[in-house]
């Protein structure tokens, strides 16, 4: 998969990419990001990339010239599956999505910033909007790197165990169950004896039910929406 990343401070992904999964991705062959400052693109001496709203108000807001230019010349040297444009208004991302991008071979993430993009941007030149959250941040640069983690460890070969991001939490629409490992019993407190046991159905069992009733109590609308 290539991902490319088009921001306007492209540093805040150095401790992210040389890290975790994302390097372990990028080693194995198996993720080719690239970052593009979007200030590379911009045809003024100033390299601004930005200007006043029209009708005023607070906030500065992106332009469409130097944003077209970055896309189109990143189309002009392959196909893209996906432009994405991160923003706070945008549907908020969930496993789904994630289990969806992770099937495209190539991916646009632009991030936003300052008050945000003109509006055209949005109308013609992305493909589809991710937010991470119902708040605002002061760019799109860790929404981006939320994109990219939460996609790339489903990349089959990414992860030394290929059936650990199927029991993860929202797979199957419910929370994950508890987890447990050595020792059975630390200062008095102990691992449920079913998982100590041999019976593999009892576990799956027990394992379906906690993920069950922490799901009950911790987000209840999960189970809304599968009613």
Sequence with gaps: MRIDIISLFPEMFAGFLES???LRARKKGFLDLQLH?????????????????YGGGAGMVISI???????????????????????????????PTANTLSLCRNIIILCGHYKGVDERIREHLVTREISIGDYVLSGGE???????DAVVRLIPGVLNDETSALSD?????????????????????KVPEVLLGGNDRLKEQWRY???????RERRPSLLDDKA
Excluded: H, M
């Design 169 to 189: 939490s929202f797979q199957n629409g419910l929370l994950s169950p508890p987890v447990y490992t050595r020792p059975p019993e630390y200062k008095g407190w």
């Design 65 to 95: 010239e130097p944003v077209d230019n970055c896309i189109s010349a990143l189309k002009a040297e392959r196909d893209y599956d996906e432009v994405i444009f991160t923003s706070p208004d945008a549907p908020v991302l969930d496993q």
């Design 209 to 215: 039910e906690q993920a069950l009733a922490r799901t």
């Design 20 to 22: 975790s999964i994302p």
């Design 142 to 148: 860790l929404a981006a790197a939320v994109i990219t």
């Design 37 to 53: 400052n979007l200030r590379d693109y911009s045809t003024n001496r100033y390299k601004s990339v930005d200007d006043y709203p």
